[in-house]
């Protein structure tokens, strides 16, 4: 009897012990209802191909600069929001600058087994400073330096495919919009007022990820970016008159895309 009780103890126990290590496993797995993920999103832009896109309509006919380049990057990919002076006094060209590199932060939630809803939030600024140049005769001049921000909201959905245990899909896209200024002293007004540029983009972006998880509740990411920026515009408002007491804004269209390699991290609880 002892012995028949023994062995009926057992078998519970190894079904009981079964049954929490399953329930376990289920627990850490990525995509189930009720997951808060939070990703460190294109942090590094491995491979990125930028067109800008900026149309003069003031002029008859319309004038568009395009401007093309790509990047190769271990880490951060992205170079100023406005530099050179390519496009018409906005100096959207010498680099060829893009939102769609930057590193952002996401926030996702899974409403239902493997269905996410959340975005990306992207927040960038630069402060400026000074460029001192030789002007002869043992003098020099100092230049101020734009100071700069960026600010990007993505919102998305996603659907995760579990591949095995350390590997999922995550497909993922929404839309975006993306917003960039910078302010630098007018040469011929002193430090106030300045001239200033703003540029405005909505578009979608699709990036589905590879999601490899090494641990539980960790992981990496990586995969491509597909960007379409195609509404927006841009501007360019500079002081005028004698006394630098009126302004002028010119208006410009602005479109751009991206496509790319992008990798990241995430954590989810």
């Known amino acids: 009897m002892m012995r028949k009780l023994a062995v009926v103890g057992a078998a519970m126990g190894v079904l009981l012990t079964a049954e929490v290590a399953g329930a376990q496993a289920h627990g850490q797995e990525f995509g189930q209802k009720g997951e808060f993920i939070l990703s460190a999103d294109r942090l590094v832009p491995v491979l990125a191909f930028t067109e800008n896109k900026i149309t003069n309509n003031n002029v008859n006919p319309n004038q568009t600069f395009t401007t093309t380049g790509s990047a190769i990057s271990i880490l951060w990919g992205n170079n100023s929001v406005f530099s ?12 060829n600058p893009t939102a769609y590199t930057t590193p952002r932060v996401g926030f996702d939630y899974v409403i239902i087994p493997n269905l996410t809803i959340g975005g990306d939030l992207l927040v960038f600024f630069t402060l400026g400073g000074s460029v001192t140049t030789p002007a002869g005769g043992g003098r020099t001049v100092s230049t101020d330096t734009p100071s700069g921000n960026l600010f990007g909201i993505a919102p998305r959905v996603g659907y995760i495919l579990g591949l095995s245990e350390p590997l999922s899909i995550w497909l993922r896209g929404g839309f975006s919009f993306y917003h960039a200024g910078t302010s630098q002293a007018d040469n011929a007004c002193g430090t106030n007022p300045s001239d200033t540029n703003s540029l405005n983009v909505f578009g979608i972006d699709l990036d589905p990820q590879l999601v490899i998880s090494p641990v539980p509740h960790f992981a990496f990411t990586a ?47």
Do not use: E, K, R, V
């Open 84 to 95: 050179g002076a390519n496009a018409p006094n906005l100096g959207l060209g010498a680099g």
């Open 223 to 269: 995969g491509p970016a597909f960007d379409f920026g195609f509404a927006g515009g841009a501007s360019h408002t500079q002081p005028t008159g004698p006394t630098c007491n009126q302004t002028l804004t010119t208006s410009y269209g602005y479109s751009s895309w991206n496509i790319g390699l992008t990798a990241g991290l995430l954590g989810w609880f």
